[in-house]
């Protein structure tokens, strides 16, 4: 991306959980954005009844660097084109509006997404899961699909991969892993307490855990070594927004596979011909 962004999705989303005087200022910040960019904390905390101080706070709420990290995600945010916003489909709707919206929403999301990722947090699991000599990927639910397509992924490039259904399973193997393996937590809300558990469970072990959780503090992101977020679609009559999170959540996914990947090009390259030519040679009867 050219320029910082991601700060007016950071604020909308963690609305609901903070405090009184950091709610006060994001409502400010959300309702003026424009005025925003060009004031110090303090301006702000006494156009919002509140204090330069608690201006701070509330960047630390964000987890981001300082009040500059935020006006610059803000100003980014201001460069982009507006989007339609989030909608759900209606009773008895044409197929081409129902086209339209889903294909917007998932543009939303995947924009929203891209806009939360942090590039240390991101670089720090690339990292982790290129050196790890398992990767273990869990998953409830929905979650578990795209555990099994991490799985799929990684196990193309050679690496020694698991995604499990069975939470009791995966924590007997999680039980047993080492400093050098690395465990993905991944739950749309954060508040899945299985995956939690298993997270706590690695890092009792000094695994290496990674959690992709949608934007904001929950029980999933705290046993994480590493955070990974996405964006908290709204959840509609019809849970259209379910649909963009697991799209959401599949984007994170292939970053993390394309970034190791890219890390280790040539290795990688060899894996997938080797992969390819043996699903080929599965197609043609086992002709060569």
Do not use: W
């Amino acid at each position: 991306m050219a320029f910082m962004t991601g700060g007016l999705v950071m604020l909308q989303e963690m609305l609901p959980l903070l405090p009184p005087s950091e709610k006060k200022i994001a409502t400010y910040i959300i309702n003026q954005p424009h005025e925003v960019i060009s004031l110090t904390a303090n301006e702000l905390g006494k156009k919002s009844s509140t204090s330069g101080a608690a201006v701070i706070r509330l960047c630390k709420s964000l987890n981001l660097k300082g009040f500059q990290d935020l006006k610059l995600r803000i100003a980014g945010d201001l460069q982009k084109t507006p989007s339609h916003g989030f909608r759900d489909i209606e009773p008895n709707e044409s197929t081409l509006s129902i086209i339209e919206k889903m294909t917007n929403n998932s543009i939303q999301t995947i924009q929203e997404t891209a806009d939360l990722l942090n590039t240390d947090e991101l670089e720090e699991a690339v990292s982790a899961l290129r050196d790890a000599r398992r990767i273990h990927f869990i998953g409830v639910g929905a979650s578990s699909i795209i555990a099994q397509d991490a799985q799929q992924k990684f196990l193309r490039i050679d690496k020694t991969a698991y995604a499990f259904e069975d939470m009791h399973m995966a924590a007997t193997y999680v039980a047993n892993a080492k400093e050098d393996d690395a465990v993905v937590g991944i739950s749309f809300s954060g508040a899945t307490p299985e995956v939690a558990r298993i997270l706590q469970l690695a890092k009792e072990n000094n695994a290496k855990t990674i959690s992709l959780t949608k934007y904001g503090s929950s029980p999933v992101m705290e046993q994480a070594d590493f955070k990974l977020y996405t964006s908290a679609t709204r959840e509609p009559t019809f849970r259209s927004g379910a649909t963009s999170s697991r799209i959401a959540q599949l984007q994170v996914i292939d970053i993390l596979f394309m970034c190791v990947a890219s890390k280790q090009y040539e290795e990688t390259v060899k894996h997938l011909d080797a992969t390819r030519a043996a699903v080929d040679f599965l197609k043609h009867n086992g002709k060569k």
